[in-house]
């Protein structure tokens, strides 16, 4: 465990606070070196809760003994809601940190994590500033409102001793990052939740995750992209691990996977249920997104969220067709 000190607290008090939500799960292994490398971050104003989501491990154990070292920014919260899984847990805990966010005051972001991961020293700094950039730059088209944002990044993807496999997950899944619209993010989330920064006012809006949403960050992806702004730093701030108890993990991108012959293929006799069950969770997703924001969406937003909703019951061919047009 790495001890913790701040070398000039006045400095890190007028530095913007950052609170990071960490739900852990059975993570003993591995969680300790996140937490020493959330403890060594550039940027030394952020607040840490934990949650722990009915661990058969030593993961309760360890998680007190942090906060023991470093009782003012780690904090363990207690409750009787048992095994919520990742999605309900991540939503539990953010909108505990948007209570500490809304009182602060001045302005206060929050960040995710994962527990099996590993952040570069930079990686809230590098994050802080790109939110500010945006922030300002919405401000001096927008001065109606504040505007929704969510920064994230490229990550490195690691084996489980921590040997590099991928320098970028981006390329190592074929994503495109520059594709932050919101009928793209209806059917490709690009956004890894575990290197995500957050203001006030996408909190606001995105909270609670629905029971609908595939997973919280794509959620939020979501919300960002069609209220806001989301934007992604090119730089990998997070090392990404991958090993057999993965929620969800890195899958690699095979160049031209999405070709017209590699998508027809892929569903041809709707062979391909894990394709099948994407367009399924995306149709739950896209009609509680419907349901959640009805008043504020206008009549193309309705159209796009509609086909979405359409897909599972689609043909082969327009099930194609639909998912092309929907990505460009």
């Known amino acids: 465990m790495r001890e913790t000190c701040v070398t000039d607290t006045q400095a890190a008090t007028q530095l913007p606070l950052i609170v990071i939500v960490l739900p852990i799960y059975n993570g003993a292994r591995w969680l300790g070196e996140q937490l020493d490398s959330i403890i060594a971050q550039t940027h030394g104003r952020w607040l840490l809760l934990l949650r722990d989501d009915g661990s058969t491990d030593t993961s309760n154990e360890l998680i007190a003994q942090y906060a023991l070292v470093d009782s ?15 999605a309900a847990s991540f939503s539990l ?178 062979k391909s249920m894990q394709a099948q069950a994407l367009f399924e969770g995306s149709a739950a997703q896209a009609l509680a997104f419907e349901q959640r924001f009805a008043d504020q969406l206008n009549e193309a937003d309705r159209t796009l969220l509609r086909q979405v909703q359409r897909m599972p019951d689609l043909g082969l061919w327009r099930q194609r067709l639909m998912f092309r047009r929907l990505r460009r």
Request: aromatic share 6%.
């Open 93 to 270: 805990l953010m909108e505990k940190a948007l209570t500490i966010v809304e009182s602060a005051s001045e302005p206060a972001y929050v960040a995710l994590a994962d527990q099996d991961d590993v952040w570069a020293p930079e990686k809230l700094a590098v994050c802080l500033q790109r939110m500010q950039r945006e922030e300002q730059l919405a401000a001096a088209t927008s001065a109606e409102r504040e505007t929704p944002v969510l920064i994230h990044s490229d990550l490195r993807v690691v084996d489980s001793a921590g040997q590099v496999l991928a320098e970028s997950l981006l390329n190592y899944q074929g994503l495109d990052a520059d594709r932050h619209d919101f009928s793209a993010q209806l059917l490709s989330n690009t956004v890894t939740g575990c290197t995500a920064l957050l203001n006030r006012a996408l909190l606001c809006l995105a909270l609670p995750v629905p029971a609908g949403a595939m997973m919280h960050d794509w959620w939020l992806s979501l919300v960002a992209s069609r209220f806001g702004r989301l934007r992604c730093v090119d730089r990998a701030l997070v090392d990404y691990r991958q090993h057999g108890s993965n929620t969800i993990g890195a899958r690699k991108h095979t160049p031209g996977s999405f070709s017209w012959k590699t998508f027809l293929k892929l569903f041809q006799l709707r």
């Open 72 to 86: 003012e920014r780690i904090k363990v919260t207690q409750d009787d809601r048992g095994n919520l899984g990742a």
